[in-house]
Structure formats: structure tokens, C-alpha cells
């Protein structure tokens, strides 16, 4: 596709249950980025890929987020026993590479989740 | 103290105003700065980037980088009711990996 598809773009989930947030990058960029949006804020680093391995997971909060990217292009996000303070915007960037000048992230719309 | 300090606003003005945006940070290991627009239910798209301290303009916008006041700033002119929007300044340091550090973005509203 033409940028960074993310899937589902809004998931209204019971507190307890496990997601699944997909991220869909623009072809051929090798680094990929998680980050979280609440209201009002700004994105927060999660997690970001260069290839199939995280190459920086400071941002996770705990143990309960974990981020897979198998074969180097999509990648999941995925969330167990959630909480009502993970209801935010869940956004994905790519980009060519990784800490690169002039290497722009391209960011998806998001995932709106809303734990209830 | 975050890292990144941005004046959430809301920030209303007329149609035709020079408008100014600002951010301050504390981490003197940035290097990249740039500013992102953000509008209602969508993801931020890169406004402006500048490297080190400096100026740099494209069209009506033009971004300001004081890396010894830990200072930047963006400033549109002759704002279109099409800026409303959110703005965020995000900065890097890119021996991390170009991860981003996002200041808490500043609504702007643009009146006809």
C-alpha cells in the first residue's frame, strides 16, 4: 500500500482480555515504531524495529505488552489482561532505516482502543 | 520534568495571523528536531525537520532551533483556517535508533 496500514482502526475490548493491534508498513522501510497516544498528550515511544529483531523495548510499560515483527515487514502489538489505562491511541511509524538523517517515520492513523 | 515541554494550548486566532509555536527541552543529546501536524482522528505527518541549531523555511512555515537555550519554535504565516490543527514538536537523538520524544502538542484553531 501507499503508507502505513493499521488494523482494526477502533477495538472496544472487556478489562482482562488479550489484543492483537496490526501494523501494516509502507514497503520496503526496515524500521518500525510503536507508540502510544493518550488524550491530550503526546505519542510516547513504545517499542521500535530495525528488521525482525527489537532493537529498543524501553517504552513497553511492563510485562503485560509484547511486540513481534516475524519477517521484517508486519508487525503486532499485542496486550494481555488489559486495563482501562491502556485505552489510548495505539500509532505504528516506518521508516528506510533506523537512525538515519533524513529519514522520515511515516505514521499510520492508529488503532483506537478503548478497554472497558 | 518531561523531556519535552510543549504549551497545550487551545490557541485560537484569525485567519491571516502569525502564529508561534513553541517547545523546550532539558536532553542536550538532541539532534534532530521536527515538527509534526496532527489533525483530528490521524496520525502525525512531518511538517519541518532541522538538524543542530538554525532556521529553516518552506513556504509559509519556517522552524527555529536554539540548542543552546534548549529552545525551538515554528511559526506559520498567514495561517489558513486549513492549519487547524494539532501541532506536535517531536525531537531525536539518532544514535537511538530515531526514536522520537514527543512534547505534548499545542491545538490550534485558525477563524475564518
Known amino acids: 500500500g501507499a503508507g502505513v496500514s493499521q488494523t482494526p482502526s477502533n477495538k472496544v475490548t472487556e478489562k482482562g482480555k488479550y489484543v492483537e493491534l496490526r501494523c501494516d508498513p509502507i514497503?520496503?522501510?526496515?524500521?518500525l515504531y510503536w507508540y502510544r497516544q493518550s488524550l491530550g498528550q503526546g505519542p510516547e515511544f513504545l517499542i521500535y524495529?530495525?528488521?525482525?529483531?527489537?532493537?529498543?523495548d524501553s517504552g513497553l510499560p511492563n510485562d503485560r505488552f509484547f511486540a513481534v515483527r516475524p519477517e521484517g515487514s508486519v508487525s503486532t502489538l499485542k496486550i494481555q489482561r488489559t486495563e482501562r489505562g491502556d485505552s489510548a491511541v495505539y500509532l505504528c511509524?516506518?521508516?528506510?532505516?533506523?537512525?538515519?538523517?533524513?529519514?522520515?517515520?511515516?505514521f499510520g492513523q492508529g488503532t483506537r482502543l478503548t478497554v472497558v | 520534568q518531561k523531556e519535552v515541554e510543549q504549551d497545550p494550548g487551545p490557541l485560537s486566532v484569525p485567519e491571516g495571523a502569525i502564529v508561534s509555536l513553541n517547545c523546550t527541552y532539558s536532553?542536550?543529546?538532541?539532534?534532530?528536531f521536527m515538527w509534526y501536524r496532527q489533525y483530528s482522528r490521524k496520525g502525525p505527518e512531518l511538517l519541518m525537520y532541522?538538524?543542530?541549531?538554525g532556521n529553516k523555511e518552506d513556504g509559509r512555515f519556517t522552524a527555529q532551533v536554539d540548542k543552546s537555550s534548549k529552545y525551538i519554535s515554528l511559526f506559520i504565516r498567514d495561517s489558513q483556517p486549513s492549519d487547524s490543527a494539532t501541532y506536535l514538536c517531536a525531537m531525536s537523538d539518532y544514535n537511538q535508533g530515531g526514536k522520537l520524544i514527543f512534547g505534548q502538542g499545542t491545538e490550534l484553531s485558525v477563524k475564518p
Open positions: 514497503s520496503g522501510h526496515t524500521a
Open positions: 532541522t538538524y543542530s541549531s
Open positions: 511509524a516506518s521508516s528506510l532505516r533506523a537512525g538515519s538523517a533524513n529519514t522520515e517515520a511515516f
Open positions: 536532553n542536550s543529546a538532541f539532534q534532530y
Open positions: 524495529f530495525q528488521g525482525t529483531g527489537a532493537a529498543d
